[in-house]
């Protein structure tokens, strides 16, 4: 599985931004996806997940309410809509995947993913 990850970029606080992570290599239906970030001197914390089924859905406490997490099955593809930046959102952005069986209390963490993509930076300026 190759994960593709793209969209991030640099904006004012207050601004918006849509992460996109494309898989190929294999179907993700039945995989779990995260995202994660990590700043400089900063360990990678999980920002959101949604499994298989979209109905198990999570964030991050400081992202909630700002940030929306969706797939589309047919393309394969994660999303991460992100509202409302903060300084503090400013990380390079991972996607992840992790095929049946993810602890769902566990979601954020990096250990229980078997993929990654390559990472997109995203910065917030004040």
């Known amino acids: 599985v190759q994960l593709q990850a793209s969209g991030g970029g640099s904006v004012h606080a207050g601004g918006s931004l849509n992460l996109s992570c494309v898989a190929s290599?294999?179907?993700?239906?039945?995989?779990?996806l995260g995202w994660f970030r990590q700043a400089p001197g900063k360990e990678r914390e999980g920002v959101s997940c949604?499994?298989?089924?979209?109905?198990?859905?999570f964030y991050h406490e400081s992202v909630k309410g700002r940030f929306n997490i969706s797939r589309d099955y047919a393309r394969n593809t994660v999303y991460l809509q992100m509202n409302s930046l903060k300084p503090e959102d400013t990380a390079v952005y991972y996607c992840?995947?992790?095929?049946?069986?993810?602890?769902?209390?566990?979601?954020?963490?990096?250990?229980?993913?078997?993929?990654w993509g390559q990472g997109t930076q995203v910065t917030v300026s004040s």
């Open positions: 992840a995947a992790r095929a049946a069986g993810l602890i769902l209390s566990a979601w954020n963490s990096a250990n229980q993913y078997d993929y």
């Open positions: 290599g294999r179907n993700l239906e039945y995989y779990s």
């Open positions: 949604i499994g298989s089924s979209v109905r198990e859905v």
